[in-house]
């Protein structure tokens, strides 16, 4: 297999799925002849035409709400958010409309529809370049929730994502485009929306994480296994529909589950997996599940020692794991 | 009809039909339309007050508007994003008195949405009227998507969005009108203005007469129509439809209608609207207008139009006994169609 950096995958996927299928189409602000922000959409532009990889006016509502319209006639649009700070406009095309369409309509419309957008911090990008959004999303039935924190899984979950007949939201850790690199499957390979990968197994600690944490989760796992801390690191890849089984038997196993994300911990997405564990693992747990999570301000400032701060990070991790492993 | 236009804004007299070339065929199958989406409108609030409709939301008052717009469109090729208001578009669209009968009583077999939607909220595949929810202007947006995917694969369809005048205050709103500016896409604004927002008056929603003049804006022409005038209003949409076709790209129409009806069942205009105006507005009634022209014209007579409303009132009769003896939604399907299901 060839090597590559995450946002190559999220590139090669959507010329993958455009080469394959004409239906596919990719719009956005500056997604064109710049190839985005990021350059997720580099050279898309040159082999696909403008009407397929569109500029948008800068309206994130009608970016979402044009796609859902385009889905509605028989295409298959992969909006690009700029940043997923400025997906806010667009929440009501998201909630109200896509989310909806098909369970309103009792069956008779889908929305196949695919949203992206860069998330997350550690960049310096402050408190408008730096959110994680997917406890917004995840709360809502009728979407799709996917994070991918491999190229591999990048690649095959936004692949998987155009071919999924419901809306998807993909959101994918600025921080680790350029940073994780690995595999890239070929073009046959879908990473399946839904289940959950096990990164590292081990049986003293159950470990959930996604995005960016997953790498530093298992950092943490290997500072503290020299120490005789076994941890079992999940990567959630789908947060909603979420794999309770994976989670609930890893559980099982170890008896001590934590939750890391970077997202404020009041409401966050850990705080739904905790009370999963809680709720239907009960009986397994040895000690009361831990989150560690960015704290209860609004956004992440973007000086550097409030910045550090705010990320969660491995050594916080590992101390995290370390109090665990000892209640 | 020129001579009894609606006074609030200055729109050029309607062609005739002849010179719209409209048959007496076709004249008369929109004023059974408009007569058959009255007839159940009213009914819908006898349903009301029966206790059998729990929520009411009415378009008396803005049926020649609709009718006239329809007749501009093929049917099951082009699109509407309709909203609550759009009872006789929908109809002349193809929805049957049952179809829409069986929302009101929200029942199992509703076509629009299985029972789960309130009544009004539209949608019809067979149609393509597009599913609605109740977040206003929201659709406007998505008639520029299915505009743009006409226009890029070349399928000659025609997207329409209806709202109402208050609506236009919306972001979405603005967000449509300037993306399907920017791409001259085969989309059609129909904004029906009834002066009311709920309670809220035209001018506290936009400080321009009509808001026609605001396509300028976005690229487009603005046509101000009196939507009480079945014949300007198809005149204006054959217009906006040839437009959109020939990929000269869209239009916004606003059409000027009144609103018999409270807001809705939950709603009592009389607390805001001086009874005069209330008075004055239901001596224009849109489907007698049309009438009156019709015999003018010599294209109906007394007994026909009396055996054209008890025809609407034979098949709205039949609706409601149809529907009222339908089963409502099992239980067990609650959680069904969150997503595609298998197979
Ligand atoms: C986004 C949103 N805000 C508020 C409402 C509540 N609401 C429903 S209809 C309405 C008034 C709409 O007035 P207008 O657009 O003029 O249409 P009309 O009902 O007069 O035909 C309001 C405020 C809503 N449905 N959606
Ligand atoms: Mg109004």
């Known amino acids: 297999m060839a090597q590559g950096t995450l946002i190559e995958g999220i590139r090669e996927a959507m010329a993958e799925e455009m080469e394959r299928d004409d239906r596919v189409w990719v719009l956005g602000e500056d997604v064109g002849r710049k190839g985005g922000v990021f350059l997720a959409t580099e050279g898309l532009h040159a082999r696909f035409g403008g009407d397929r990889v569109l500029d948008t006016p800068l309206a994130e509502s009608a970016i979402v709400g044009v796609a859902i319209g385009s889905a509605l006639n028989g295409l298959l649009p992969v909006a690009e958010i700029q940043f997923a700070d400025f997906i806010h406009p667009a929440f009501d095309q998201i909630v109200s409309e896509a989310a909806r369409i098909r369970y309103r309509s009792n069956g008779e419309f889908g929305c196949p529809i695919v949203i992206r957008a860069p998330y997350g911090g550690g960049v310096h990008g402050g408190l408008y370049h730096s959110q994680s959004v997917e406890a917004f999303y995840s709360h809502v039935p009728g979407l799709k929730v996917v994070i991918p924190s491999t190229p591999e899984d990048a690649k095959g979950l936004l692949k998987a994502a155009i071919r999924d007949p419901d809306p998807v939201l993909l959101f994918e850790h600025k921080k680790c485009y350029r940073l994780i690199k690995g595999e890239l499957p070929g073009s046959d390979h879908l990473t399946p929306i839904g289940p959950a990968a096990v990164r590292q197994e081990g049986d003293k600690i159950t470990c959930v994480a996604w995005g960016l944490m997953v790498h530093y989760c298992l950092e943490a796992a290997t500072t503290v296994a020299e120490e005789g801390i076994s941890v079992e690191v999940i990567d959630l890849r789908t947060l909603s529909p979420l794999d309770k089984k994976t989670i609930l038997r890893s559980v099982e196993k170890t008896a001590r589950a934590m939750v890391v994300h970077e997202d404020n911990l009041t409401g966050g997405f850990g705080a739904e997996i905790a009370a999963i564990i809680a709720g239907e693992g009960f009986e397994f747990l040895d000690a009361p599940v831990v989150r560690v999570a960015g704290p209860d301000v609004p956004a992440m400032p973007f000086n550097k020692p409030q910045e550090d701060a705010f990320m969660p990070n491995p050594t916080r991790i590992a101390q995290a794991m370390r109090d665990l492993a000892a209640y | ?343």
């Open chain 2, 1 to 343: 009809m020129s001579d009894e236009r609606d006074g609030r804004t200055a729109t050029s007299p309607a062609p005739s039909h002849v010179q719209l070339g409209l048959g007496r065929e076709q004249l008369l199958t929109m004023y059974r339309q408009m007569v058959l989406a009255r007839a159940i409108d009213r009914r819908m609030w006898v349903l009301n007050r029966q206790g059998k409709a729990p929520f009411v939301i009415s378009g008396q008052g803005h049926e020649a508007a609709q009718v006239g717009a329809a007749h501009a469109l093929e049917p099951g090729k082009d699109w509407l994003c309709p909203y609550y208001r759009d009872l006789a578009f929908c109809l002349a669209l193809g929805m049957t008195p049952l179809d829409f009968l069986l929302s009101v009583y929200a029942r199992a077999a509703d076509p629009n949405s299985g029972g789960r939607q309130m009544p009004s909220h539209f949608g019809l595949k067979r149609a393509r009227i597009i599913t609605t929810s109740s977040v206003v202007a929201t659709q406007v947006v998505h008639a520029a998507g299915l505009a743009y995917a006409s226009k890029v694969r070349g399928l000659g369809e025609v997207a329409v969005a209806c709202l109402g005048e208050g609506s236009t205050s919306e972001g979405d709103w603005h967000e449509a009108l300037n993306f399907a500016g920017v791409h001259q896409l085969p989309m059609i604004c129909i904004v029906q203005d009834n002066d009311y927002a709920i309670s809220v008056p035209h001018r506290l929603q936009m400080s321009v007469e009509s808001v026609a003049s605001r396509a300028v804006g976005y690229g487009m022409p603005g046509l101000p129509v009196d939507g009480g005038d079945l014949l300007a209003m198809y005149s204006a949409m054959r217009q906006a439809v040839e437009r959109a076709r020939s990929g000269e790209g869209p239009t916004l129409i606003d059409a000027k209608v009144a609103r018999f009806t409270s807001h809705s069942s939950d709603d009592d205009q009389r607390r805001y609207r001086p009874q005069e105006e209330l008075e004055a507005m239901l001596r224009k009634d849109p489907i007698e207008r049309f009438r009156i022209y019709l015999q003018r014209h010599s294209l109906l007579s007394d007994p026909e139009d009396e055996s054209i409303q008890r025809e609407a009132t034979a098949q709205v009769d039949e609706a409601v006994q149809q529907a009222e003896a339908a089963p409502s939604p099992d239980v067990a399907d609650l959680a069904r169609h969150v997503f595609a299901e298998e197979g």
